[in-house]
């Protein structure tokens, strides 16, 4: 893996250097330098005939700038064990430092949380929704596709949540994977970490203890396991998400908080 | 300490290890500025696969549009 996390040396860059908006969280030199410089130059010169070349197309100047950052988790939310290749994953380790770089970039105003997963590592995903509901600045989530098991606390990290009116969100119980030794205190440790996820969500959502408990250990609803699913406004309905909306309605809502905070003084 | 997967997915899908043969090759790269996923062609040439930015205006770069071929 050639990433790293370099996020405290590219904050300072991000603040120093105003002119040029850099993307968070790497602002680094490309680590595989190529041994030759002649030939590198032949390469960069034959760049943009490879372009037109490969795909057809010519480059075009990109005169787009944006106060609102987009983070996206998809597939499966990927934890301590690298899954194998086959997995769409969202890494931990590239999300949290640029949610840090989010909060520290004074140019980025706004951050919005796009999810279609289908779950994953309950602890990564954990960290992924603290982070997110730590964050100053103003966050709305928009479930789209899908976000189930533990897109559901990251769904609801954020200060305002949407879901795609096609969109779903199961909710069932953490079970045991088969990775685990089944010892007494297994049982234990599980019902643990499942109440830390709705602990979670009942904190950040309308939901009431008694009914995320009810949805998830519901019987009949699903064809080999317990839980429910949740379809658009049904979602919405029990105050898991607050509102049922477009891409579109998620952005003006997120404008209009950022307008708000600043109407309050709070943003920089 | 053990991980605790989540998902809606079955599991053996999750984990199921694939032949060597159909494995991607997938590396991660910062180039400039930005952290993304590649898939190495031969020297010095890789293939977008996805970036990992948060900022939108980096996926209306069209030379990183995913499919591009880059060189460092």
């Not at chain 1, 301590?80 to 086959?86: G, N």
């Not at chain 2, 020297?43 to 071929?69: A, C, E, H």
Request: proline residues 6%; charged residues 20%; hydrophobic residues 35%.
């Amino acid at each position: 893996m050639y990433y790293k996390s370099d996020s405290f040396k590219s904050k300072n860059h991000l603040i120093q250097k105003d002119d040029t908006p850099l993307s968070p969280p790497g602002t680094k030199e490309p680590e595989l330098q190529p041994q030759n410089p002649v030939r590198r130059k032949a390469k960069a010169n034959s760049k943009k005939i490879e372009t037109i070349k490969e795909l057809g197309e010519t480059a075009l100047p990109v005169n787009f700038q944006s106060n609102i950052h987009c983070l996206t988790i998809v597939g499966q939310v990927e934890g301590h064990m690298i899954l194998p290749p086959q997995n769409k994953t969202t890494k931990y380790e590239h999300i949290i430092p640029q949610i840090v770089a989010v909060e520290q970039n004074p140019e980025i105003e706004g951050m919005l949380v796009v999810l279609n997963t289908v779950g994953g590592d309950v602890e990564a995903g954990l960290a992924i929704a603290e982070t997110i509901r730590g964050l100053s600045k103003p966050t709305v989530s928009i479930v789209m596709g899908g976000g189930h098991s533990i897109g559901t606390p990251i769904a609801v990290a954020a200060n305002y949540s949407f879901i795609a009116p096609t969109a779903t969100m199961t909710i069932h119980p953490i079970r045991l994977t088969g990775l685990v030794i089944g010892v007494p205190a297994t049982m234990d440790y599980l019902e643990r970490m499942q109440d830390r996820v709705i602990q979670f969500v009942t904190e950040n959502s309308n939901i009431s203890e008694h009914d995320f408990r009810s949805l998830m250990f519901k019987v009949g609803e699903l064809s080999q396991d317990i839980g429910t699913v949740l379809v658009g406004k049904d979602a919405v309905k029990y105050g898991l998400i607050d509102q049922v909306g477009t891409i579109s309605q998620a952005i003006a809502k997120l404008k209009a908080l950022i307008d708000e905070k600043k109407g309050q003084g709070g943003l920089h | 300490m053990m991980d605790i997967i989540y998902t809606t997915y079955p599991l053996d899908m999750v984990l199921e290890e694939k032949d060597k043969k159909e494995q991607f090759n997938f590396k991660n790269i910062n180039y400039q500025g930005i952290d993304m996923q590649v898939e190495p062609l031969g020297w010095n040439k890789f293939r977008v696969i996805r970036l990992y930015s948060t900022d939108p205006k980096d996926y209306l770069n069209n030379d990183l549009q995913p499919g591009s071929i880059i060189s460092l």
